[in-house]
C-alpha cells in the first residue's frame, strides 16, 4: 500500500514495538510512570521549557495550552488556516469559553503585525480580553522564517500577549531550515509537537511550557479525559520518535521535492516547486481530471491519495523513491 494522504499513517518500527514491549510502567495518573516521566523531563530540556506534558493527541496539547494561557471569556489571535482553529472541532470556544479571533494568513503562512494589532481589543468590559496569540510552523507544508518569529516575540512582549506555537511538525521546519530545533522554540512560551505525524511514533503528542502552565495543563487533560493510565508504552515509542527519527525527515524533504518534479512532468498538473519546503507537495489539476474518479482508481492500486484540487500529498517514513515511481505510473495512466 502506497499511502500519500498523510504523514499521519505511519506504523511504528521495529525498535518501538521493541521499546514499547519492554517498557517499565506506572500509573502516569499519580505521576508513577517512569517512561512517561523520562520523556517529559527530556523532552522539557531538550527543547528550552520547565515542564512538558504527554498528551493523546496534537489537538488535545493545543487546547490544553489555549486553557493553559487563557481564562474564560479570554480571547487567542490566530490565523484562518490554524489548525487549533479551523481543524480542532472548534474545541477552544467548545470546550474553553475561549474565543478565536483569527487572521487571514499570508501566502507564506504568518500573520501580518497590522492586522494583529487591529484585533487586540481595548481592556472594556464590552470585549473578550486578547491574551494569547498562536502560529503554526510548518503550516501547510511552510516554514515560518526565524527573524519573523523573533518579531512576533517582540510584538507579544509589546502587547502583554503570551505565544503559542502549534508545532505539530516544528521538526520538520528546523530540518528545512538546518538549525536545531531551539532556534524555533526559544520564542515561545509554550509549543506543542505531534510525535505520530513524521516523527513515526504511533499515538502521542507532547505540550512543552512553564511550570505553571504544565500544571494547569494537566488539571485539564484530567478534565478532558485525557488521564492515561501506564502511558509508559505510548511514551517509549515517542522517545524513540524524537531520538531516531528527526535525523530521517530530510529524506522526506527530498522525496517531496521528487514527487513534485514528477507530477510537474505531467499533462494537466502543476507544482510550484518553489512551494514546497519540507514534506507536503499541493499539485493544481487541470479541469480535465475528475479527482474522484481518479483517487477511487488508484485505490484499487492500492495507491491511497486524498480527492482534492488542490491536491495534498504528504511524504513520510513509509514512502520511498520507488513508492513515488509506481503512484506517478498509475497516475499517469488515469489523467
Ligand atoms: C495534525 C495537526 C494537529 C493535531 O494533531 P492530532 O494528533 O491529529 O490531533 C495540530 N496542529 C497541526 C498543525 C497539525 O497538523
Known amino acids: 500500500m502506497i499511502d500519500l494522504r498523510s504523514d499521519t499513517v505511519t506504523r511504528p518500527s521495529e525498535a518501538m514495538r521493541q521499546a514499547i514491549a519492554q517498557a517499565e510502567v506506572g500509573d502516569d495518573v499519580y505521576g508513577d510512570d ?37 481564562e474564560r471569556g479570554d480571547e487567542y489571535l490566530c490565523g484562518q ?20 479571533q483569527p487572521i487571514e494568513n499570508e501566502a507564506n503562512g504568518t500573520l501580518s503585525f497590522d492586522k494583529l494589532r487591529a484585533a487586540i481589543k481595548p ?37 502583554q500577549l503570551k505565544l503559542h506555537l502549534d508545532g505539530a511538525r516544528v521538526y520538520n521546519a528546523a530540518v528545512a ?7 524555533i522554540s526559544q520564542h515561545f512560551d509554550s509549543m506543542s509537537i505531534c510525535l505520530s505525524k513524521g516523527l513515526g511514533a504511533p499515538i502521542g503528542s507532547l505540550l512543552l511550557g512553564s511550570t505553571q502552565l504544565i500544571a494547569k495543563a494537566r488539571r485539564w487533560r484530567k478534565v478532558l479525559g485525557g488521564g492515561m493510565r501506564q502511558a509508559g508504552l505510548l511514551a517509549a515509542a515517542a522517545k524513540i520518535a524524537l531520538t531516531e527519527n528527526v535525523s530521517k525527515l530530510q529524506q522526506d524533504h527530498k522525496n517531496a521535492k521528487y514527487l513534485a518534479e514528477q507530477l510537474n512532468n505531467l ?18 489539476l487541470g479541469d480535465k481530471i475528475d479527482i474522484n474518479k481518479v483517487t477511487e482508481e488508484l485505490k484499487n492500486k492500492n495507491v491511497l491519495i486524498s480527492a482534492g484540487n488542490p491536491m495534498r500529498l504528504v511524504t513520510h517514513l513509509d514512502i520511498n523513491k520507488s513508492d513515488i515511481d509506481r503512484f506517478i505510473q498509475h497516475l499517469s495512466i488515469l489523467i
Open 34 to 70: 517512569p517512561t512517561v516521566n523520562d520523556l517529559e523531563k527530556w523532552a522539557a530540556q531538550r527543547h528550552g521549557f520547565s515542564d512538558a506534558i504527554f498528551c493523546s493527541s496534537g489537538t488535545q496539547a493545543n487546547l490544553l495550552a489555549l486553557m493553559g494561557h487563557c
Open 177 to 183: 531550515l538546518n538549525v536545531d530545533v531551539i532556534e
Open 81 to 100: 488556516q490554524a489548525h487549533n482553529y479551523k481543524f480542532e472541532g472548534g474545541g477552544a470556544a467548545v470546550l474553553g469559553s475561549i474565543q478565536p
Open 123 to 159: 481592556l472594556d468590559p464590552h470585549f473578550a480580553r486578547t491574551t494569547l496569540l498562536s502560529l503554526e510552523n510548518t503550516i501547510a507544508g511552510k516554514v515560518l522564517p526565524l527573524a519573523y518569529l523573533a518579531q512576533a516575540r517582540e510584538f507579544c512582549d509589546n502587547h
Open 267 to 284: 499533462a494537466g498538473i502543476e507544482v510550484n516547486l518553489a512551494e514546497v519546503e519540507t514534506n507536503m507537495v499541493y499539485a493544481k
